[in-house]
């Protein structure tokens, strides 16, 4: 069975005919949007981490016909006229990408994060509370961590609340 | 691909009722978290779906005219932890849906299906429990109201008939005025993880002693545990270290605590009798009390 779908994808508007069986994750990809990995597709990994309204979801465990009316995001539409967002940027500044397979997902979650935090005394405990759902195998988090805080801008203050 | 044999989207209530009514082997799926897992497993018995992910009038967290606090079914986690209503009258149910999986998780999973889905290891149950939750569901005949209480009766079930769905969650003042209330999670990892063992306990203090205790266990028994014995050792007893030696005595008669992968019994049991008295004094503390 197959159903329409209306929905805002890094800021362009679809129609799309979705069979009820996929996933976000295999639509999106199938739209080329090859930044949505899928590492283990139970919702565990974060690998394909998306924007829905602007929240962070698991799209390997998210329906395709869930997107119907509403605007998601995905890694290929943060940077914008061959400049990367201010996320991406501090990602590689702060050298938080080893292989990358993480990356997008990961992108997306802090993405949503700093939009929300913006401005906001955060420690860097939240921050990893927040990006808990997001398994990166190569960098020990530690840089990711980093970018993130540099995004909050106070880089150059690092409180270690959570001992290290 | 989802194995799904079958998929209509309800565009209310009273339609998804009559779905399920209608077509056998049917089920609901709300945030998918778990539906969609055991269907990633090959699950052939959760083929045939029912979607009430898109109905409005499932959300929405609100108090009524007399104080009550009615959380919608369809709430999500992180709806629940950012509701005000929530984090004022009853913030124990926050704080234990703030411990399930991770961000995108909570973003989508609701309260309903961490009920209806049956799981010991739910990390809502013992919050709602503790407050003694009233569940309104809606079948063909109507709506009806049963508490929480009882509503697991094994292993992944609870006393739903196959046509019927929860609407509500509510939690009536007497049940939450006076309180004081903490869960804590044991698990192997702070994030990401299902407990081991569940700890959920309420506190109304009565003057420099306690006037009541509710103690809730997750995973520690078939179901869901309300702790009667525990709680009786508790109630009229001062705040001191004997009393909490006296509920964590009295708590091994309530559990039924078994081995598994991430767990022997025995260390189950003491993990319990350290939460008893742990969780019951971090809630008196909230509700004011000193030890
Ligand atoms: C990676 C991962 C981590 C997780 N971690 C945790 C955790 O730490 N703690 C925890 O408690 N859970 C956890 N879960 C389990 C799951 O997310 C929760 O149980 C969640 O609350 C289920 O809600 P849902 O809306 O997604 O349910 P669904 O999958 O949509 O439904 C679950 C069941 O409930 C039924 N149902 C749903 N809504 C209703 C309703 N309104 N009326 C009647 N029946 C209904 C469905 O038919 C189905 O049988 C995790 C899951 C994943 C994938
Ligand atoms: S691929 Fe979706 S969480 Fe791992
Ligand atoms: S950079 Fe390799 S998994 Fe994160």
């Given at each position: 069975m197959?159903?329409?779908?209306?929905?805002?994808?890094?800021?362009?508007a679809?129609?799309?005919?979705?069979?009820?069986?996929?996933?976000?994750l295999?639509?999106?990809?199938?739209?080329?949007?090859?930044?949505?990995k899928?590492g283990?597709?139970?919702?565990?990994?974060?690998?394909?981490?998306?924007l829905?309204?602007?929240?962070?979801?698991?799209?390997?465990?998210?329906?395709?016909?869930?997107?119907?009316?509403?605007?998601?995001?995905?890694?290929?539409?943060?940077?914008a006229d061959?400049?990367?967002?201010?996320?991406?940027?501090?990602?590689?500044?702060?050298?938080?990408v080893?292989?990358?397979?993480?990356?997008?997902?990961?992108?997306?979650?802090?993405?949503?994060?700093?939009?929300?935090?913006?401005?906001?005394?955060?420690s860097?405990?939240?921050?990893?509370?927040?990006h808990?759902?997001?398994?990166?195998?190569?960098?020990?988090?530690?840089t990711?961590?980093?970018?993130?805080?540099?995004?909050?801008?106070?880089?150059?203050?690092?409180?270690?609340?959570?001992?290290? | 691909?989802?194995?799904?044999?079958?998929?209509?989207?309800?565009?209310?209530?009273?339609?998804?009722?009559?779905?399920?009514?209608?077509?056998?082997?049917?089920?609901?799926?709300?945030?998918?978290?778990?539906?969609?897992?055991?269907?990633?497993?090959?699950?052939?018995?959760?083929?045939?779906?029912?979607?009430?992910?898109?109905?409005?009038?499932?959300?929405?967290?609100?108090?009524?005219?007399?104080?009550?606090?009615?959380?919608g079914?369809?709430?999500?986690f992180?709806?629940?932890m950012?509701?005000?209503?929530?984090?004022?009258?009853?913030?124990?149910?926050?704080?234990?849906?703030g411990?399930?999986?991770?961000?995108?998780?909570?973003?989508?999973?609701?309260?309903?299906?961490n009920?209806?889905?049956?799981?010991?290891?739910?990390?809502?149950?013992?919050?709602?429990?503790?407050?003694?939750?009233?569940?309104?569901?809606?079948?063909?005949?109507?709506?009806r109201?049963?508490?929480?209480?009882?509503?697991?009766?094994?292993p992944?079930?609870?006393?739903?008939?196959?046509d019927?769905?929860?609407?509500?969650?509510?939690?009536r003042?007497?049940d939450?005025r006076?309180?004081?209330a903490?869960?804590?999670?044991?698990?192997?990892?702070?994030?990401?993880?299902?407990?081991?063992?569940?700890c959920?306990?309420?506190?109304?203090?009565?003057?420099?002693?306690?006037?009541?205790?509710?103690?809730?266990?997750?995973?520690?028994?078939?179901t869901?545990?309300?702790?009667?014995?525990?709680?009786?050792?508790?109630?009229?007893?001062?705040?001191?270290?004997?009393?909490?030696?006296?509920?964590?005595a009295?708590?091994?008669?309530?559990?039924?605590?078994?081995?598994?992968?991430?767990?022997?019994?025995?260390?189950?049991?003491h993990i319990?009798?350290?939460?008893?008295?742990?969780?019951?004094?971090?809630?008196?503390?909230?509700?004011?009390?000193?030890?």
């Open positions: 197959r159903k329409t779908v209306s929905c805002t994808i890094n800021g362009r679809y129609t799309l005919s979705v069979d009820v069986r996929q996933s976000l295999d639509m999106l990809r199938e739209l080329g949007l090859t930044s949505v899928e283990c597709g139970v919702g565990e990994c974060g690998a394909c981490t998306v829905v309204n602007g929240r962070a979801i698991d799209s390997c465990i998210y329906l395709a016909v869930w997107a119907h009316g509403k605007t998601i995001r995905t890694a290929e539409g943060e940077a061959g400049r990367m967002s201010a996320v991406q940027q501090a990602y590689v500044d702060a050298g938080a080893q292989c990358g397979f993480c990356t997008p997902g990961l992108i997306m979650t802090s993405t949503a994060f700093v939009e929300r935090h913006r401005g906001r005394k955060v860097r405990q939240e921050i990893r509370r927040a808990a759902g997001n398994l990166c195998r190569c960098t020990g988090y530690e990711i961590i980093r970018a993130v805080e540099k995004c909050l801008g106070r880089q150059a203050e690092m409180p270690s609340d959570d001992g290290d | 691909m989802f194995a799904i044999d079958y998929y209509q989207q309800a565009e209310s209530v009273a339609q998804a009722v009559a779905l399920l009514a209608a077509e056998p082997g049917a089920r609901l799926v709300a945030g998918g978290t778990d539906v969609l897992i055991r269907l990633r497993e090959g699950r052939g018995d959760y083929a045939r779906l029912v979607d009430i992910n898109g109905l409005e009038e499932l959300r929405g967290i609100g108090l009524a005219d007399d104080g009550t606090l009615r959380i079914a369809l709430s999500t992180r709806q629940v950012a509701s005000d209503d929530v984090r004022r009258l009853v913030p124990v149910v926050a704080e234990a849906v411990t399930a999986g991770g961000p995108q998780l909570r973003n989508v999973a609701t309260v309903g299906g009920i209806c889905n049956g799981a010991v290891s739910a990390d809502s149950v013992g919050a709602l429990l503790v407050h003694d939750a009233q569940l309104e569901i809606q079948g063909p005949e109507g709506r109201r049963t508490p929480l209480q009882g509503f697991h009766t094994g992944g079930r609870v006393a739903l008939a196959r019927e769905v929860l609407v509500a969650l509510h939690i003042p007497r939450y006076g309180f004081g903490a869960y804590y999670k044991y698990a192997m990892r702070e994030a990401m993880d299902i407990a081991t063992i569940g959920t306990a309420a506190v109304r203090l009565e003057g420099e002693a306690i006037g009541e205790l509710r103690l809730v266990f997750t995973v520690a028994a078939p869901p545990v309300r702790c009667a014995h525990a709680e009786a050792a508790a109630a009229g007893r001062p705040l001191t270290a004997e009393t909490l030696d006296a509920v964590a009295a708590v091994a008669a309530d559990v039924q605590p078994r081995t598994s992968w991430r767990a022997r019994q025995d260390f189950r049991l319990i009798r350290t939460l008893a008295a742990r969780v019951t004094r971090r809630a008196a503390e909230r509700a004011g009390g000193k030890f």
